[in-house]
């Protein structure tokens, strides 16, 4: 009987769904004058009736048949893309639909089938989803039937009894934001669970404060050589970073051969939305896994399961729209009032902000759901909504604050399918750094990091670099360093690229051609945030102090006399690896300590970040940070964001942990949690602590990157001869 009773209500709401889509399509066609569903003489209202019963019908049918085949053979196309075909996708089956119709009276223009047919699939689904939620009982039954049906499909047997784990990242939203935003009512689901059931814990990042060494830390147990978002590599030649497809491959490759097993997520785990796996078989938007070749990606199976509901699509697809609009309204209204700091924000960054925003959200929310629902035992999922808009509207403010509001409301839904479960959940909530505001340096000083670099050297640069008092400054003391005349003149640029090495040659390089000199390559400049990196490719090894002052005497003295630049980090032939900053300060690294020195104000752990950075392999020849009010709080990004991260100074060291009261503490009262891999190991011992996954050792790395490319141009790590690069994609 209770069998019947379910069918009957299945039916029940079928029929509903299609009455209603069946009164909407009327209403669009009287009033859209392109949308017909009569003849040219007029029909009764009983006969348009018909016309567009079998038309919502035929609708409903390729929606439930053909969508999900459309949706699979359009996966090769870019997410970004496939987010905007959505609508045009949904408006071509509806004129397919209108051609099924036997009295052949229906008719519209593409232009309003994309309208017509948006509009029925978001009432459809708003009908259906009222429906369910009137009826919980039946709700349950359904998705506990899911869930074992795909548990079957998966080959596993019933769902084990211990709890399992949901991670869900905050993407850059710090202690300090977290606590605010509960504080004013932004995250009532985030605010309940710290009034009753979780435990807020802060922990601090490593120098390189940014999602790819603390996710690959976090996941995989391991930030060592990962000195910056973007690095350079001299032994081969390339850029290596973090967010393209082959170096996301090589590093989550190094830190398995490093730590000897194959992540968090090894044993039935999942992992979405991430940068790196974390040995995890089930991956959905995972860049390591996107890089694979062949029928093992699937990575963009996220995706297919969720376009492949039509009325999800249009979902999307409309707040997709409207956050473009949200977007250019915001950043309309900031250069209108002009605010300050502020970066351009044309382009493709609404498209951008808004696939971050939402596709991503969406997608990321609806697999860690469903992997709920199928018992999976740790799930770790990366939402990256605030990260995206804090970098270019800032860590506070309005428009953050409609993120994290929107953020708060994904993590109800996915509390609420940890009620539908069929097992238990805990859910653990954490950020992988947070973001410090701050006008760039470029903003405030009229120049770039590369161009001050270029004019301590004594190298060219653009004009306007050239004329603004930190260009002026270096040039200066270029000629001075050189024994140059300190007026103009108009052979100083043309001369600008020889004379530095001139001046090195009589300084302990003899016995080279010009023609060498002149083919030496230019430092290679980076930025990660408010962090900086020089390297000087023609120079085997980290190059020395030393070194440096022969070939370009004016160099560190400029970038360390600069007032928006910290402190710089370089090696020593003499004293090892010094720390440099302002007034002629220089303090060996062994003697360095928190709060003193060039190190005053960026606050505690610092010198233990920096002496760590200091035994990476690919430390840059000179690492820069930018400098750090403590007052206000603010740092200069070498990049053009005005919040950021990356270095140290501010709020972007201060992550949090929100754990529940059910998992131990993740330290004692007197300690204190630093650095990613510290984190790892806590949720280690949580997976543990409820019989859940024994992380097994792999003796054979090539066998979890199985079908992983190598690193190479082809994927997207870039070779560099000779020039400065700077990528903004953080």
């Known amino acids: 009987m209770g069998r019947w009773r379910t069918a009957g209500s299945a039916l029940l709401r079928v029929i509903v769904v299609w009455v209603v889509s069946t009164l909407t399509m009327m209403l669009l066609a009287g009033v859209l004058p392109a949308f017909k569903l009569t003849s040219d003489n007029g029909d009764s209202i009983t006969r348009v009736a018909l016309t567009a019963g079998w038309g919502a019908g035929a609708f409903g049918l390729l929606g439930a ?32 639909a209108l051609r099924l119709i036997p009295t052949g009276r229906g008719a519209a223009d593409p232009e309003t089938a994309v309208i017509v047919a948006a509009v029925m699939s978001a009432v459809a689904s708003a009908t259906s989803t009222a429906l369910a939620v009137r009826d919980d009982d039946a709700y349950r039954r359904r998705l506990s039937r899911l869930a074992l049906r795909r548990r079957r499909r998966r080959g596993a047997g019933p769902v084990p009894t211990p709890p399992g784990i949901v991670f869900i990242q905050l993407d850059g939203v710090g202690e300090r934001v977290l606590r605010d935003a509960v504080g004013q009512g932004l995250m009532p689901t985030v605010g309940a ?24 830390g976090i996941l995989h147990g391991t930030t060592f050589d990962v000195p910056a978002f973007r690095w350079y590599e001299k032994e081969s030649g390339e ?35 991430n940068l790196f796996s974390g040995g995890a078989d089930q991956v959905a938007l995972v860049l390591t896994a996107a890089a694979r070749r062949g029928p093992r990606n699937r990575s963009r199976a996220g995706y297919f399961a969720y376009f492949s509901d039509p009325a999800n699509a249009v979902r999307t697809a409309g707040s997709f729209v409207a956050e473009v609009g949200r977007e250019i309204v915001q950043s309309t209204r900031a250069r209108l009032r002009k605010q300050s700091p502020r970066i351009g924000r044309g382009g493709l960054y609404p498209l951008i902000r808004a696939f971050a925003t939402v596709v991503e959200r969406d997608v990321v929310v609806a697999a860690v759901m469903g992997d709920m629902l199928a018992g999976r035992t740790a799930v770790y999922a990366d939402l990256v909504a605030y990260d995206e808009v804090a970098h270019h509207s800032g860590p506070h403010g309005r428009d953050t604050a409609q993120v994290l509001k929107r ?23 954490l950020s992988d750094h947070g973001q410090s505001p701050g006008e760039t340096f470029e903003s405030a000083f009229g120049l770039s990091l590369k161009d001050l670099v270029r004019a301590g050297c004594g190298l060219p640069v653009p004009r306007r670099a050239r004329r603004t008092r930190s260009g002026a400054e270096a040039r200066y003391a270029v000629r001075v360093a050189l024994h140059r005349p300190v007026d103009e003149s108009p052979a100083e640029t043309r001369c600008a690229r020889t004379e530095p090495f001139r001046h090195g040659a009589t300084e302990g390089e003899p016995g080279q051609e010009e023609a060498g000199r002149d083919s030496r390559a230019d430092p290679v400049v980076l930025a990660s945030g408010n962090l900086g990196l020089v390297s000087f490719p023609d120079i085997e090894g980290r190059a020395t102090r030393e070194h440096i002052d022969r070939r370009h ?12 630049i910290g402190f ?24 360095l300590a928190d709060e ?31 400098m750090y009010d403590p007052a206000t709080g603010q740092v200069h990004a070498f990049e053009e964001q005005i919040g950021s991260h990356g270095g140290l100074g501010g709020e972007q060291s201060h992550a ?54 190598p690193t190479g141009q082809a994927e997207g790590s870039f070779p560099v001869s000779g020039h400065a690069v700077q990528d903004k994609t953080n």
Not at 669 to 675: D, F, K, R
């Open 65 to 96: 048949l053909v969508w999900p085949l459309v949706v699979r053979a359009f996966l090769l196309v870019p997410a970004l893309v496939l987010g905007l075909l959505v609508f045009f996708l949904n408006g071509s089956l509806l004129l397919l």
């Open 193 to 216: 669970w710290l009034a009753d059931t979780h435990r807020l814990t802060p922990w601090r990042t490593d120098w390189s404060s940014q999602t790819g060494a603390s996710q690959l």
């Open 239 to 273: 850029v290596m970073v973090s967010n393209r497809p082959a170096s996301a491959v090589e590093l989550q490759r190094r830190a398995v051969e490093r730590t000897g097993d194959g992540g968090l997520l090894t044993l039935d785990g999942a992992s979405r939305g």
């Open 407 to 429: 953020l708060d409301r994904s993590l109800a839904l996915i509390a609420d399918a940890a009620e539908h479960a069929p097992r238990d959940y805990r859910v653990v909530l």
């Open 553 to 564: 005497p004016a160099l560190l003295t400029t970038l360390a006399g600069h007032p928006g």
């Open 568 to 591: 710089l980090l370089v090696r020593s032939e003499e004293h090892g690896a010094v720390v440099l900053g302002r007034d002629g300060i220089e303090v060996p690294v062994a003697e």
């Open 596 to 626: 003193q020195g060039p190190l005053k104000g960026f606050g505690r752990g610092a010198a233990d970040a920096v002496r760590r950075t200091d035994t990476f392999p690919h430390t840059a020849d000179i690492m820069v940070n930018s």
């Open 656 to 709: 949090f942990l929100l754990s529940p009261h059910t998992l131990s503490r993740p330290v004692t009262h007197a300690g204190e949690l630093v650095g990613a891999e510290q984190v790892h190991s806590v949720l280690r011992r949580w997976l543990r602590e409820g019989q859940g996954p024994q992380i097994p050792l792999v003796t054979d790395v090539a066998t979890l990157m199985e079908d992983s490319p």
